[in-house]
Nanobody, 127 residues
Framework: QLQLVESGGGLVQPGGSLRLSCAAS????????IAWFRQAPGKERERVSC????????NYADSVKGRFTISKDNAKSTVYLQMDSLKPEDTAVYYCAAGWNYNCGSSPFSYYGMDYWGKGTQVTVSS
């Protein structure tokens, strides 16, 4: 079965850190663009970070730039999102997604080209 499985979410205090993982099962990520999206209650799902198939190109939403880091380990078919200096407004369900033809330069609210989605992991930033 082809799937993505996220892990690493949880409750953290403001200013803390979490590292999310996204493991591919049944396929490898070598040729896929990977992105992390998040969705807060009552809001649209938005992309927070994206990495090209090689991992050589990455981009970030302005709201997380300088605090989040995406990395891709093709050998392990796993993608990571290191989240530092977390803020309450980072609270959301975080999803990873993989797309053969996804464009990291597309709108942060564009899901066109994404082939696989994980089920999400909850991140809550609260004191």
């Amino acid at each position: 079965q082809l799937q993505l499985v996220e892990s690493g979410g949880g409750l953290v205090q403001p200013g803390g850190s979490l590292r999310l993982s996204c493991a591919a099962s049944g396929f490898t990520l070598d040729h896929y663009t990977i992105a992390w999206f998040r969705q807060a209650p009552g809001k649209e799902r938005e992309r927070v970070s994206c990495a090209s198939s090689s991992g050589g190109f990455t981009n970030y939403a302005d709201s997380v730039k300088g605090r989040f880091t995406i990395s891709k380990d093709n050998a392990k078919s796993t993608v990571y999102l290191q989240m530092d200096s977390l803020k309450p407004e980072d609270t959301a369900v975080y999803y990873c997604a993989a797309g053969w033809n996804y464009n990291c330069g597309s709108s942060p609210f564009s899901y066109y080209g994404m082939d696989y989605w994980g089920k999400g992991t909850q991140v809550t930033v609260s004191s």
